[in-house]
């Protein structure tokens, strides 16, 4: 069984996919969610600080978000939704909440992209 936060992640992610299905097929997101509503009603009624202009922007700066969704659903139904794939540490509530398919906490991914940024800059060098 899983827990209510796991529950308000898992329908934040299938909100989530829906949008990127119907942005791919052509549909107007503007008519389906309209601006500055926000995503994600929780149980008790309320809604998650999501909305509609940060969603869409960060799902288009992510090529493959689609992928990256389904795989956050996964983990959610393996039990390893939340766990860094780096440090094996906790990733935050807060973190998870604005970006539901962190697979990194947020140490581990300033590491990343700082060794990418540097494998960018020596080949760069060459």
């Not at 069984?1 to 996919?17: A, I, V």
């Not at 008519?31 to 909305?51: R, W």
Request: contains cysteine; glycine residues 4%; hydrophobic residues 35%.
């Amino acid at each position: 069984m899983l827990t209510p936060f796991l529950e308000q992640q898992r329908k934040h992610l299938l909100e989530l996919r829906e949008i990127v299905l119907a942005s791919r097929s052509g549909a107007d997101i503007g008519k389906l969610y309209p601006a500055n509503e926000p995503f994600a009603q929780k149980d008790d009624g309320s809604y998650s600080h999501y909305d509609r202009d940060f969603t869409l922007n960060l799902l288009a700066t992510i090529p493959d978000s689609l992928n990256e969704i389904e795989e956050a659903l996964k983990r959610i139904d393996d039990g390893t939704y939340g766990i860094c794939e780096m440090c094996h540490k906790s990733i935050p509530h807060d973190r998870l909440e604005a970006l539901p398919f962190s697979r990194l906490t947020t140490d581990c991914q300033g590491e990343t992209e700082t060794a990418l940024w540097m494998l960018n800059q020596e080949s760069q060098r060459e």
